[in-house]
């Protein structure tokens, strides 16, 4: 079965987007997915949330103009079956110098290409800038499906909203008409009040079956785990936090397009 490419994005911060993007990763990864998580945004918070230091030059920066190749950038994590591109400041240099070049939305695409063609993973977990910049739009070009987390609050509908206008643009201007929503994660996501529940409840009548049902609690021991470097199905994979992605990437593996992914015993 061909590589499988996740962008997961929000174009608001601090909706746990990296928080998503690196448990997911590492959940599939515990289920028996190879995973390999490229990250994307200058900030290197998901870089960090795996164990790894932001380094100078280690980043996607050079394979996108062309000038290395990205398969030389991946790097292994204390993880099984979880490896990572890490990100770095230099990333931020990527949205000016990727606007002069031929094809400046399809390079993440070219650059991803022999690591598809390789089967050595199989998924590939894009996390993105918060932004619908040049570096994100390369993410939507270059997945099969856009996973966007949000975050219970009342201004949740207007973020996706955009996003998935712009998910529509990608897919009728051609630069990739395979592009489809996999799903809406709730993040942030506490019982107790009862703003909580109405926003879920709000986002599931708009979106229906897009929305996971898997919801993610806000939890200290979440809020830990980057801090440690280390994804919380390791930090503490007993927390709520563990089972609740755990549970998501469940969710990722059964709905894939009516598709079942390899699964170790």
């Known amino acids: 079965m061909p590589t499988k490419v996740i962008a997961v994005a929000n174009q608001k911060g601090g909706v746990g987007k990296t928080t998503t993007a690196v448990n997911?990763?590492?959940?599939l990864a515990?289920?028996?997915?190879?995973v390999l998580l490229v990250d994307i945004d200058p900030q290197a918070n998901a870089t960090s949330g795996v164990g790894l230091e932001k380094t100078e030059g280690a980043s996607s920066y050079r394979a996108l103009l062309g000038e290395d190749m990205l398969v030389e950038r991946i790097k292994p994590t204390a993880f099984e079956r979880?490896?990572?591109v890490p990100s770095e400041v230099d990333l931020c240099g990527a949205e000016i110098e990727l606007a002069r070049l031929e094809n400046h939305l399809q390079r993440l695409t070219l650059a991803l290409q022999p690591v598809r063609d390789a089967k050595r993973f199989d998924l590939i977990v894009i996390d993105?800038?918060?932004s619908l910049g040049i570096l994100t739009l390369n993410a939507f070009a270059a997945a099969d499906s856009l996973l966007v987390p949000l975050q219970c609050e009342y201004y949740a509908l207007e973020g996706i909203s955009m996003i998935h206008r712009v998910l529509g643009q990608v897919r009728d201007s051609g630069v990739n008409?395979?592009?489809?929503l996999l799903g809406v994660v709730m993040t942030m996501f506490d019982g107790r009040t009862r703003l909580s529940q109405q926003v879920v409840s709000e986002v599931r009548e708009h979106f229906g079956e897009k929305v996971f049902e898997t919801v993610i609690p806000r939890t200290t021991r979440l809020a830990e785990a980057p801090s440690h470097g280390q994804p919380i199905i390791h930090?503490?994979?007993?927390s709520a936090g563990a089972?609740?992605?755990e549970v998501l990437a469940?969710?990722?593996?059964?709905?894939?397009g009516g598709e079942k992914l390899r699964v170790e015993s």
């Open 24 to 27: 997911l990763a590492a959940c």
């Open 30 to 34: 515990v289920l028996g997915q190879r």
């Open 82 to 84: 979880l490896a990572v």
């Open 128 to 130: 993105c800038a918060p």
């Open 177 to 180: 008409a395979r592009l489809e």
């Open 235 to 238: 930090y503490d994979k007993y």
């Open 243 to 245: 089972a609740a992605y």
């Open 250 to 256: 469940q969710e990722v593996l059964e709905g894939w």
